[in-house]
C-alpha cells in the first residue's frame, strides 16, 4: 500500500502538472517584436497579433514530467486551410488535404478534427459559413454541393449541381443561401429552407464587365454583393437582384492591381479587404474603390504571408485576443487570415486606431 507521504508527493506532482499544462506557445508582444502595417513613421492601422497552426497553440503545451513520461506531444496540425468562419466563441477552418475542418473553441481551449462520415462525407472542402442558428454551411469543391450540418454538427442535408458545378464559397443573407460556382461562372442563391434554386446571375454576355469568368470567394453586406472574379482579375460588385453596379481592382503589378485575388470581406465602414495570392498580402480598398494600403507581403517572419487564401473580419471576440494589442492602440475589430503553406496557418490581425 501507498505510505501517505508517497500520495502527497504524488499529489503535488499532479497539482503541479495540472497548473502547467495550458501554457501558452505564443508570445506577447513588445515594442522591439511588433508588427505593424504600415510601418512608421506612418499612423498604423493593422497589428498582428497571433497565430494558430497546431493544437498546441490553443490547448498549450505539456509540462516536461508529461512529456518525459508519455513521449513528445507533437500535437494536431492545421495542414492546409483555406475557408475559415467565426461564431460564438468558436472557429471553424475549412482544411482541403484533411477532408474536414479543424474546429477551435477559445472558450474551451480545445481543437478538434471534424471529417464526418456517411452523407456528410467532405471531399475538398474550401469555404464555410455559420449562421445565426449555429448551422454549418460548407462548400465543397468535389462534392459540387454545400453541405449542411446542425449545431450539433450532425448531417443535415446536401444539395446544389453536384456534378454540374464547383461551388467555392457559401454565404447566407437575407434568409437565403448564397453560392458562387466557378465551373459555371454563376453565384447561385437558393432557398434557405428548401434549397430550391431561387435564380442565378449576371445573365452577362462573354467579355462585358458584369460577365464572371471565374468567380471563386463572394461577401454580401448591405444589399451588395461581392464576388472575387479569379478569371478577370478584379471584384465584382452586384446588387441583391442580379444587376451588375462596378468592379474594383485590374490586372497588374501595381499598387491597388490584382494578380490571384481570392478572399474578400467589407468592413462596416464598407471598406473593402482583398487577399491577393500571388502578391501574399491583403489589399484595403475604401469605399470609392481606392486603394488605401495593404499588409502582409511573402513570408519573412510572422505576420507576412505564404500563398493566403481566405480573409474574414470579426467585431464578437476581442476580448479573446486583447492581451495581444499594444498599450497605444485602441482595437476596433479582428481580422483573420488564412495561409495555406508556411509556419502561421491562421494569422490573427487587428485593426486598430492611435488611443
Not at 505593424?36 to 506612418?42: K, L, N, S, T, V
Not at 464578437?316 to 476596433?332: A, G, I, P
Not at 487570415?337 to 508556411?342: F, K, P
Amino acid at each position: 500500500m501507498m505510505s501517505k507521504k508517497f500520495k502527497c508527493v504524488l499529489l503535488v506532482l499532479f497539482l503541479g502538472i495540472s497548473l502547467s499544462c495550458y501554457q501558452k506557445n505564443l508570445k506577447h508582444t513588445t515594442p522591439e517584436n511588433i508588427v505593424i502595417f504600415p510601418p512608421p513613421p506612418d499612423t498604423t492601422r493593422i497589428q498582428f497579433l497571433t497565430y494558430f497552426s497546431n493544437s498546441l497553440d490553443i490547448t498549450g503545451t505539456r509540462s516536461g514530467f508529461i512529456r518525459y513520461f508519455l513521449g513528445k506531444d507533437e500535437g494536431k496540425p492545421i495542414i492546409k486551410p483555406y475557408g475559415i468562419a467565426v461564431h460564438k466563441a468558436v472557429i471553424y477552418v475549412c482544411d482541403t488535404i484533411l477532408g474536414g475542418l479543424e474546429i477551435i473553441d477559445l472558450n474551451d481551449h480545445t481543437f478538434e478534427y471534424f471529417q464526418p462520415g456517411g452523407k456528410g462525407e467532405l471531399k475538398k472542402p474550401v469555404n464555410c459559413f455559420v449562421d445565426q442558428n449555429d448551422f454549418l454551411y460548407v462548400a465543397d469543391v468535389a462534392r459540387g454541393q454545400i453541405v449542411i450540418f446542425n449545431p450539433e454538427l450532425r448531417y443535415v442535408d446536401a444539395f446544389g449541381l453536384a456534378e454540374e458545378s464547383k461551388l467555392t464559397d457559401v454565404f447566407i443573407y437575407d434568409n437565403k443561401i448564397w453560392a458562387s460556382d466557378i465551373k459555371n461562372r454563376k453565384i447561385h442563391v437558393f432557398n434557405k429552407q428548401t434549397h430550391k434554386l431561387i435564380f442565378s446571375f449576371p445573365n452577362a454576355k462573354y467579355k462585358t464587365p458584369a460577365y464572371l469568368y471565374s468567380p471563386t470567394n463572394l461577401f454580401i453586406i448591405n444589399d451588395q454583393v461581392y464576388v472575387s472574379d479569379f478569371g478577370d482579375f478584379k471584384i465584382k460588385i452586384y446588387n441583391v437582384k442580379g444587376d451588375y453596379i462596378r468592379s474594383v481592382g485590374s490586372y497588374g503589378m501595381g499598387h491597388g492591381q490584382l494578380v490571384r485575388p481570392k478572399g474578400i470581406a467589407v468592413d462596416r465602414d464598407m471598406n473593402l479587404f482583398v487577399v491577393d495570392a500571388a502578391f501574399e498580402n491583403v489589399q484595403l480598398f475604401g469605399s470609392n474603390g481606392k486603394l488605401l494600403m495593404f499588409f502582409g507581403g511573402s513570408y519573412k517572419g510572422p505576420g507576412y504571408m505564404w500563398l493566403p487564401a481566405q480573409i474574414i473580419i470579426d467585431y464578437d471576440h476581442l476580448q479573446y485576443f486583447q492581451k495581444y494589442v499594444d498599450k497605444s492602440f485602441n482595437l476596433k475589430y479582428l481580422i483573420f487570415v488564412t495561409n495555406q503553406y508556411g509556419p502561421e496557418k491562421i494569422s490573427v490581425y487587428g485593426f486598430v486606431e492611435p488611443k
